[in-house]
């Protein structure tokens, strides 16, 4: 049982930057892989970047970027304050979208299946103006 919250959204002029945050409660025993998700008005729900949870001796990638934005978004998280981010830098009109986090119990599967994804947050809107 886990809760997320979004925050950090906002309105920003091409080129500039955001950070995303979402803070996780409940089970928090549990270790988690992170994702974010976005959807843009009038598109479909669409993987941006996803966090694994890193475990002893684990052969699987920590992160994974959407092609759209990789090299401009990086994932991270602060495990001590149970909270993952999302740094957005370039940004671009079409990163404009309503901006979700997500988390699943740890996985060896691919982190951009939202179907793996268990808990949700609200989602917080990002526009970045032309």
Known sequence: ???LVESGGGLVQTGGSLRLS???SGRTFS?????????????EREFAAASRWTGAFN???DSLYADSVKG???ASRDNA???????????KPEDTAVYFCSA??????S???PDDYDYWGQGTQVTVSS
């Open 81 to 91: 304050k149970n909270t993952v981010y999302l740094q957005m830098n370039s940004l």
């Open 72 to 74: 401009r978004f990086t």
């Open 31 to 43: 270790a988690y892989d992170m994702g974010w998700f976005r959807q843009a008005p009038g598109k």
């Open 104 to 109: 699943r119990p740890s996985s060896k599967r």
């Open 59 to 61: 052969f699987y990638e």
């Open 1 to 3: 049982q886990v809760q």
């Open 111 to 113: 982190l951009d299946r």
């Open 22 to 24: 979402c803070a996780a």
